[in-house]
């Protein structure tokens, strides 16, 4: 077949623009509306709400290849059941679960199993765990000789001794604040 010659176009048929301009979607319009919000997987609708429409059960995608025990300790050790298809709202695949042996899971293997906990208990443990966690930081005294002590060494008795008159009060606060991704 012949090729063309550079000076001849082919202005017959006009071609159609390569780009489909589509409205945005949803996800898109979220996304938009909190740019960092929208971090780690979307929450999971449970089917139990209280009377203010607050869910009543907390949900957990356990990974099997994470360690050939995880599920096992989720289940035996910390306290979490299989998440079952009454359990959520809407359909399990809407959420990407497919239902196997009454357990929901996704991926290929079915390696991820969805896990569940009534939200009392799941409060429960959390409130725990931050207060062991108080419990294991410094007292105000001991943060204040830690620093008096590590001043000694490094800026000699003098410099501690300034420090250790000059901190009267030493205030420990438990705050969370969310920081903007261009600050991180």
Do not use: C
């Amino acid at each position: 077949m012949p090729r063309k010659k550079s000076d001849e176009t082919d202005t017959d048929s006009p071609k159609p623009p390569r780009v489909t301009v589509r409205s945005r979607s949803d996800i898109i319009e979220r996304r938009i509306a909190d740019p960092v919000g929208g971090g780690g997987s979307l929450p999971i609708p449970s089917r139990l709400k209280d009377r203010q429409g607050r869910p009543l059960t907390m949900f957990y995608i356990a990974n099997s290849e994470i360690a050939a025990d995880h599920v096992w300790r989720m289940r035996k050790v910390l306290g979490w059941e299989f998440a079952t298809p009454d359990d959520i709202e809407g359909a399990a695949e809407d959420h990407g679960f497919e239902s196997r042996d009454g357990r929901l899971v996704r991926g290929p293997k079915g390696s991820e199993v969805l896990m569940k906990m009534p939200k009392v208990d799941y409060d429960a443990v959390q409130q725990a765990k931050g207060d062991w966690n108080r419990r294991q930081a410094l007292g105000t005294r001991e943060t204040k000789a830690t620093i008096v002590e590590r001043a000694s060494q490094e800026l000699g008795d003098e410099g501690a001794d300034f420090l250790n008159r000059a901190i009267s009060t030493i205030e420990i606060k438990d705050t969370m604040e969310r920081v903007p991704v261009d600050e991180q």
